[in-house]
């Protein structure tokens, strides 16, 4: 056994690394970041270029600071729904619909109850089921569907 496996030397997956840079592609995003545990891999690209190289950091920050996102420009009447709003818990494509064609899960004055789905959200080819927390009617859908998400990007204004 060499050195560096005896010292615990962090083991890259590699088809995850490529996954992870295909889902880039996919969804025209310009990073995507994954931990699981003590690893963090994330993958970015310039903008309006290839992707670049992805970096591996052990152990991840207990307790990251948020960082600055740049300055977006968005429509007032978009900030006081955004506020309410159900946020995407990861990032990746939302649909409206279980399938093309389909009616949507929810839309602006329809009711739901807690628990129903509203719509998904696809990362890595899983779908996830994203849900009403509470009991309301809809009051504004603030995406499209088949619209790239961010994480903790406004999905859906319930009330």
């Known amino acids: 056994m060499n050195d560096k496996a005896e010292k615990g030397a962090m ?3 590699v088809q995850l690394v490529r996954d992870l840079a295909a889902l880039l592609d996919d969804t025209n995003l310009t990073e995507i970041e994954v931990e699981d545990g003590d690893r963090k891999i ?3 690209r310039k903008a309006g270029g290839n992707a670049a190289p992805a970096y591996i950091a052990a152990p991840a920050p207990v307790a990251a600071a948020p960082v600055a996102a740049p300055a ?3 429509a007032p ?3 006081p729904a955004a506020t309410n709003a ?3 818990p990861i990032v990746g494509t939302a649909y409206l619909a279980a399938e093309p064609g389909a009616t949507p899960y929810a839309a602006v004055g329809s009711t739901v109850k807690a628990g129903d789905t509203v719509l998904i959200v696809e990362a890595m080819k899983v779908m996830n089921a994203i849900t009403a927390p509470q009991a309301g009617t809809v009051k504004a ?3 499209d569907n088949g619209q790239p998400v961010e994480y ?3 999905l859906i ?3």
């Open 157 to 159: 204004v319930i009330e």
């Open 72 to 74: 977006v420009a968005a």
């Open 141 to 143: 859908v603030l995406v």
């Open 42 to 44: 994330r993958v970015a």
């Open 152 to 154: 903790d990007q406004p």
């Open 86 to 88: 159900i946020r995407s």
């Open 77 to 79: 009447a978009e900030a």
């Open 11 to 13: 083991q890259v997956d």
